[in-house]
Every structure is written in structure tokens, then in C-alpha cells.
């Protein structure tokens, strides 16, 4: 599944070189996406617009660096150089909300890999080290930080923990999933997290969250995305005790963590990235196109219908309502998880080495996330809302993000992998200086099959430092195989 092997089934961006082209594709494949023919830079672009929090904290313009899973810690969750390299990368792109950099643990159980960021009182310090790192190497480029808003997201990796071998996972799950359980080799008797144990991760939480404040990070992200703890509590459907079955219920791991903060950590904000709809887990069908795992009623899809391939956003709404009563502000729009819809959450042309080829045209996903995350801005204008899945847009990506802003779809365009071989983006978009050709990313998903195959996370195809690295050519000769 290497993209050298792979001939994609549906047109590369890279080959649509006019408006008139890109808009073509879309016509003809029925793709709704908004499009501005002309681009504003300067003052006037609303890339450009700032934003005054409630909480008094300003967000100078509307790039958000949304946060990546880190595979280049130490064992014990401090950062190293390839970290720091990254945040650096981070702080200079122009964006002016860092929405975490990336996912940290609170816990060591919880780690999604051995080498992923943990915040506890023994790496305090590496963490103010880092922050600071982001506010001198911001200074420095832009003059000042009083409008750089930088987060730390908190998780806790539930079903997809690997805390101690990047080949061997130790499960903490809520409830027993027919699919995934098989998936992952799960047996029927496979224990759950407990109530009590539960109480005690939201005590961690809240002693995470103190050490971010002491560190420095302006807010932090309670994770609700992607597969990961904080999501799964939102389809306990059929969970017993006080985390299942009712909104309430399945809400009250976010609300106790939130009042653990709000006493403990006084002035932190708080903002939640969110996978608003979830699908049925996909698999390799026929020619290795992806396929829902299971045909008809799935109970399981938080934010989708029980077809499990179609959105149904009622409850995603009520959780919502959730975030409002707890005065959040700050949300993060994604959806699906990487671990088993990868299609859905993060559009790509070319798969990791372990999964599936997409079963569309990748700009369907695209389209997908941004009516989704209108939907909720237009139900939630209170929420200050950072939307996803702009990377697979590629060249064609100011002009969309433009005008997602213009129409008020979205109040902040989130960048992903597309930063990691293309950092100082926001300012060329700002600047109006055009796009980069040669560093654009292309979705060849290596900054996911790398750490997938216990190598550092990294664009090995167009960043110079990660493609001189010995691990390139270990990376090339694993996507031959």
C-alpha cells in the first residue's frame, strides 16, 4: 500500500492546477464545497480576524496548529529535541491559537505509545521549558505573544493505550465492543474501567491540569476525540453505573473534570475537541477499499444514525448544550477515529501502511467535516470554533478555508499534518504571498505508517531534516513489504 505501488482511484489535487479544474472535479463528483475565487491578504483577509474571549484572552488571527499525536518522547514523557523542534515549528507558523501542539497524557497507563508526553510533578519543568520555547521563539518572529493563545491537550487513550510497548496494547475500556473488540483481540471477559477507577483518572486530570497552569499553557483541551477515552464515554450506551447510558451520565466524566478545575486550577480555560459524528469501524474489502465492518443496525456511533454511515447530530447537540451550561467557549470540530474510520476523520488519498484504500473521493470527507461544523456554528454561535480536515485540500486550501470563514462556518481554520512539512503556511497565506508548490503536503500518510511501525513521527517525504534522517530509508523499505 506504499504510494509508490499505489495508482489512486480518484484524481490527485495536485493534477486540478486551475479554479476551473478543482471546481470541475467537484461538480462532477457532487462535492459542496465553498470556494472564494479571490483571495484578500493583509489586514482585510479574514484569515486575519482576531478574536476576544470571554475569559478575557485574545487569539490574534483565525490559523489554529491543532494538536498530533507526539511519538518522540522519552520513556518517562519529557520532550526531547525532535519535540521541541516541532513546537518551535509550531510557534513560528504565524497561527496565533495552538490548540495543544499535542496529545498529553495524564497518566502513564494511558499513554497511546511509550514515547507520548506525560504531565506529571517530575516533568513540571520540561513542560514551563516548553511553553516558554513557544513564547521566545513567537516573540522573536512576530514581536509579541499577547495574542498567541497556547493550550495543552490532556487524554487518556482508553481503548488504544500502549504505555509500555509500541507493539503491545493494554486496553482501558467502558464497555465491550462487538467489532472493536475483535478487532484488537479482545475477550468477552476483558475487565472494564471501573467507577471508582474512573473517579481516580479524574482526579489525575485535575492534577494535570494544575501543573499546566503552573507551567504556563493558557487552556487546555479535554480530549473527546478520535476513538480515545473522553469519546468513548459519549457511545457508553449500554455502560451500568453512573458513566452509561444517559447524556448525563455519559457527560459526567467531562463535568467532574471541568469542576476539579474550575476549584483547583481557578482561570484556566477549558475547550474540548470533539468528534461531533461518528461511523461504523471500517475494513479492506474488495481491491483493499475500505467497507463499514457491519451492515445495518449499529448502536454505536456517537453523532451518526444507527446505519452507522450517515450523521445524526442530536445528540452531539446535546452534549453541546452540555459545554454551555459548563461555560466552554473553546471547541475543536473532528470527527471518527484513525484507529478505525480513518477516511471520515482524516481525508487522504494515500493510506497508512495498516489501513484501507479510501472508498471516496477524499474531498467527500473534506466537504463532510465543513458542513458538519456549520451546522454547529450556526446552532452554537457562542462557541469560538475551530474546524479540521483542510489538509487534503492542498493548494486549493485558501481558498475554501476563506471562505468557510467569510460565510461563518467556522471561526478558526485548524491545521494538522499539513503543518509538519509546511510550518510558516498561515504567514504565506497572510502575506498573500501564494503557496509553496514544493512543500505542500500530499496525504502519503508517512507521519502516520512511521509511528505505526515503532519509528518517530515525521514528513519524511518533504522535510529535509526528517528525509536525511537513517529512518527514512527504514520507513521506505517497510511501505515496499
Same mark, same amino acid.
Given at each position: 500500500?506504499?504510494?509508490?505501488?499505489?495508482?489512486?482511484?480518484?484524481?490527485?489535487?495536485?493534477?486540478?492546477?486551475?479554479?476551473?479544474?478543482?471546481?470541475?472535479?467537484?461538480?462532477?463528483?457532487?462535492?459542496?464545497?465553498?470556494?472564494?475565487?479571490?483571495?484578500?491578504?493583509?489586514?482585510?483577509?479574514?484569515?486575519?480576524?482576531?478574536?476576544?474571549?470571554?475569559?478575557?484572552?485574545?487569539? =490574534?488571527? *483565525?490559523?489554529?496548529?491543532?494538536?498530533?499525536?507526539?511519538?518522540?518522547?522519552?520513556?518517562?514523557?519529557?520532550?526531547?529535541?525532535?519535540?521541541?523542534? @516541532?513546537?518551535?515549528?509550531?510557534?513560528?507558523?504565524?497561527?496565533?491559537?495552538?490548540?495543544? !501542539?499535542?496529545?498529553?497524557?495524564?497518566?502513564?497507563?494511558?499513554?497511546?505509545?511509550?514515547?507520548?508526553?506525560?504531565?506529571?510533578?517530575?516533568?513540571?519543568?520540561?513542560?514551563?521549558?516548553?511553553?516558554?520555547?513557544?513564547?521566545?521563539?513567537?516573540?522573536?518572529?512576530?514581536?509579541?505573544?499577547?495574542?498567541?493563545?497556547?493550550?495543552?491537550?490532556?487524554?487518556?487513550?482508553?481503548?488504544?493505550?500502549?504505555?509500555?510497548?509500541?507493539?503491545?496494547?493494554?486496553?482501558?475500556?467502558?464497555?465491550?465492543?462487538?467489532? /472493536?473488540?475483535?478487532?484488537?483481540? /479482545?475477550?468477552?471477559?476483558?475487565?472494564?474501567?471501573?467507577?471508582?477507577?474512573?473517579?481516580?483518572?479524574?482526579?489525575?486530570? %485535575?492534577?494535570?491540569?494544575?501543573? *499546566?497552569?503552573?507551567?504556563?499553557?493558557?487552556?487546555?483541551?479535554?480530549?473527546? !476525540?478520535?476513538?480515545?477515552?473522553?469519546?468513548?464515554?459519549?457511545?457508553?450506551?449500554?455502560?451500568?453505573?453512573?458513566?452509561?447510558?444517559?447524556?448525563?451520565?455519559?457527560? @459526567?466524566?467531562?463535568?467532574?473534570?471541568?469542576?476539579?478545575?474550575?476549584?483547583?486550577?481557578?482561570?484556566?480555560?477549558?475547550?474540548?475537541?470533539?468528534?461531533?459524528?461518528?461511523?461504523?469501524?471500517?475494513?479492506?474489502?474488495?481491491?483493499?477499499?475500505g467497507v463499514p465492518s457491519a451492515n445495518g443496525h449499529y448502536p454505536?456511533?456517537?453523532?451518526?444514525?444507527?446505519?452507522?454511515?450517515?450523521?445524526?447530530?442530536?445528540?452531539?447537540? $446535546?452534549?453541546?448544550?452540555?459545554?454551555?451550561?459548563?461555560?466552554? $467557549? &473553546?471547541? !475543536?470540530?473532528?470527527?471518527?477515529?484513525?484507529?478505525?474510520?480513518?477516511?471520515?476523520?482524516?481525508?487522504?488519498?494515500?493510506?497508512?501502511?495498516?489501513?484501507?484504500?479510501?472508498?471516496?473521493?477524499?474531498?467527500?470527507?473534506?466537504?463532510?467535516?465543513?458542513? %458538519?461544523?456549520?451546522?454547529?456554528?450556526? *446552532?452554537?454561535? $457562542?462557541?469560538? %470554533?475551530?474546524?479540521?480536515?483542510?489538509?487534503?485540500?492542498?493548494?486549493?486550501?485558501?481558498? %475554501?478555508?476563506?471562505?468557510? /470563514?467569510?460565510?461563518?462556518? *467556522?471561526?478558526?481554520?485548524?491545521?494538522?499534518?499539513?503543518?509538519?512539512?509546511?510550518?510558516?503556511?498561515?504567514?504565506?497565506?497572510?502575506? =498573500?504571498?501564494?503557496?509553496?508548490?514544493?512543500?505542500?503536503?500530499?496525504?502519503?500518510?508517512? !507521519?502516520?505508517?512511521?509511528?505505526?511501525?515503532?519509528?518517530?513521527?515525521?514528513?519524511?517525504?518533504?522535510?529535509?531534516?526528517?528525509?536525511?534522517?537513517?529512518?527514512?530509508?527504514?520507513?521506505?523499505? &517497510?511501505?515496499?513489504?
Amino acid at each position: 500500500m506504499s504510494s509508490g505501488k499505489y495508482k489512486p482511484s480518484f484524481p490527485r489535487v495536485a493534477q486540478l492546477k486551475t479554479a476551473e479544474q478543482f471546481q470541475h472535479h467537484l461538480s462532477e463528483e457532487g462535492i459542496d464545497l465553498p470556494f472564494a475565487e479571490n483571495l484578500i491578504a493583509g489586514l482585510e483577509s479574514p484569515f486575519a480576524k482576531g478574536h476576544l474571549l470571554r475569559s478575557g484572552n485574545r487569539i =490574534g488571527n *483565525a490559523f489554529c496548529i491543532l494538536p498530533m499525536e507526539g511519538w518522540d518522547g522519552t520513556t518517562d514523557g519529557k520532550p526531547t529535541e525532535l519535540t521541541k523542534r @516541532r513546537w518551535g515549528n509550531f510557534a513560528r507558523s504565524g497561527a496565533k491559537l495552538l490548540w495543544g !501542539c499535542e496529545a498529553v497524557a495524564v497518566r502513564h497507563d494511558g499513554r497511546a505509545n511509550p514515547n507520548q508526553l506525560l504531565m506529571n510533578e517530575a516533568n513540571l519543568s520540561d513542560f514551563a521549558s516548553l511553553f516558554q520555547l513557544i513564547q521566545e521563539e513567537h516573540r522573536t518572529e512576530f514581536g509579541k505573544t499577547d495574542d498567541l493563545l497556547t493550550g495543552l491537550q490532556l487524554t487518556h487513550s482508553g481503548r488504544f493505550c500502549k504505555p509500555n510497548s509500541k507493539n503491545q496494547m493494554e486496553p482501558k475500556i467502558l464497555y465491550h465492543h462487538p467489532i /472493536l473488540d475483535k478487532k484488537f483481540g /479482545l475477550k468477552e471477559d476483558y475487565p472494564l474501567f471501573t467507577d471508582a477507577e474512573i473517579d481516580e483518572l479524574v482526579e489525575d486530570y %485535575v492534577k494535570a491540569a494544575v501543573l *499546566a497552569q503552573k507551567a504556563g499553557f493558557q487552556f487546555l483541551d479535554i480530549k473527546h !476525540c478520535h476513538g480515545y477515552l473522553g469519546h468513548e464515554f459519549l457511545s457508553a450506551y449500554e455502560r451500568e453505573g453512573k458513566y452509561g447510558k444517559s447524556m448525563e451520565n455519559r457527560s @459526567r466524566f467531562l463535568r467532574e473534570i471541568t469542576a476539579g478545575i474550575n476549584t483547583e486550577a481557578p482561570g484556566l480555560e477549558i475547550g474540548v475537541r470533539l468528534s461531533v459524528f461518528d461511523w461504523v469501524p471500517f475494513q479492506k474489502g474488495p481491491e483493499e477499499k475500505g467497507v463499514p465492518s457491519a451492515n445495518g443496525h449499529y448502536p454505536f456511533a456517537f453523532g451518526g444514525d444507527e446505519s452507522g454511515t450517515n450523521e445524526n447530530l442530536s445528540e452531539s447537540f $446535546e452534549f453541546l448544550e452540555e459545554l454551555k451550561k459548563l461555560g466552554i $467557549e &473553546l471547541l !475543536c470540530t473532528t470527527a471518527g477515529s484513525p484507529y478505525y474510520n480513518p477516511h471520515i476523520q482524516r481525508p487522504a488519498l494515500f493510506p497508512p501502511s495498516d489501513g484501507y484504500l479510501p472508498p471516496e473521493d477524499p474531498l467527500h470527507g473534506v466537504a463532510r467535516q465543513i458542513r %458538519v461544523t456549520g451546522e454547529v456554528k450556526a *446552532a452554537f454561535p $457562542e462557541f469560538y %470554533v475551530v474546524g479540521s480536515a483542510y489538509s487534503y485540500l492542498q493548494e486549493w486550501l485558501p481558498n %475554501v478555508a476563506q471562505e468557510v /470563514l467569510q460565510t461563518g462556518k *467556522a471561526d478558526s481554520i485548524g491545521l494538522g499534518r499539513m503543518v509538519l512539512s509546511y510550518p510558516e503556511m498561515p504567514v504565506d497565506i497572510l502575506a =498573500g504571498n501564494g503557496l509553496k508548490r514544493q512543500k505542500i503536503c500530499r496525504t502519503f500518510s508517512d !507521519c502516520t505508517t512511521a509511528p505505526r511501525n515503532g519509528i518517530v513521527s515525521g514528513c519524511f517525504p518533504l522535510d529535509p531534516f526528517y528525509k536525511n534522517m537513517p529512518e527514512h530509508s527504514q520507513l521506505k523499505s &517497510l511501505k515496499e513489504i
